[in-house]
């Protein structure tokens, strides 16, 4: 009686860290996948294709960092299966490898063609800064959602034929009643 009473104590207590564990795994997912997409190479051969398709390199190197962004988001997103963590992973990493750049590059002195310096226009930077964000996380949340739903179909089929082969196994010769067990588990827990 007292060991029942302590698996449920344990499995409750485990049900409700299971979100918070699932997106810290789909937050630092999407962080180390970040990284490795924000590669100098890979992200510079994205910029190159870009480029030769006509597009000036400014532009083509923020087309090419949502890319990864959403890339980021969706590897986060299948491992973790929860999109908020993907999310803020994919604009946490959008934010250190593209935006910091930009803001960095777009804050250095400009001349006109007169030799006079140019004045910053701090609210269009804070504007234009917040935008790209905002688009960034527009393709974080794509990323994710796609992540999610590839995860459903690729990983859920061969995680329940291995919940059932551990069931039948347990079961022994009588496999008829681990089928209706798992069934019943599954409509109780969702993964």
């Excluded at 917040?130 to 995680?159: N, Q, R």
Aim: glycine share 10%; charged share 15%.
């Amino acid at each position: 009686m007292n060991r029942a009473i302590f698996t449920s104590l344990k499995r409750s207590l485990l049900e409700r860290r299971l979100p918070i564990i699932l997106f810290l795994i789909a937050f630092l997912v999407s962080l180390l996948s970040g990284v490795l997409l924000f590669n100098s190479s890979l992200l510079g051969g994205l910029i190159a294709l870009l480029v030769d398709i006509g597009l000036d390199p400014l532009r083509a190197q923020m087309i090419a960092a949502l890319f990864m962004t959403a890339g980021a988001a969706l590897v986060g997103a299948v491992f973790g299966r929860q999109r908020i963590g993907a999310i803020v992973g994919g604009g946490i990493v959008f934010w250190f490898g593209y935006l910091v750049g930009f803001i960095q590059l777009e804050q250095q002195p400009v001349r006109d063609p007169g030799g006079n310096l140019e004045p910053l226009d701090a609210g269009a930077l804070i504007h234009t800064s917040v935008t790209m964000m905002a688009l960034a996380l527009l393709s974080a949340f794509i990323g994710a959602a796609v992540g999610v739903a590839l995860s459903e179909i690729l990983l859920d089929p061969p995680y329940r034929l291995l919940k059932f082969a551990v069931v039948c196994w347990r079961m022994g010769p009588s496999c008829k009643t681990a089928w209706s067990v798992l069934r019943s588990a599954d409509k109780r827990s969702h993964f």
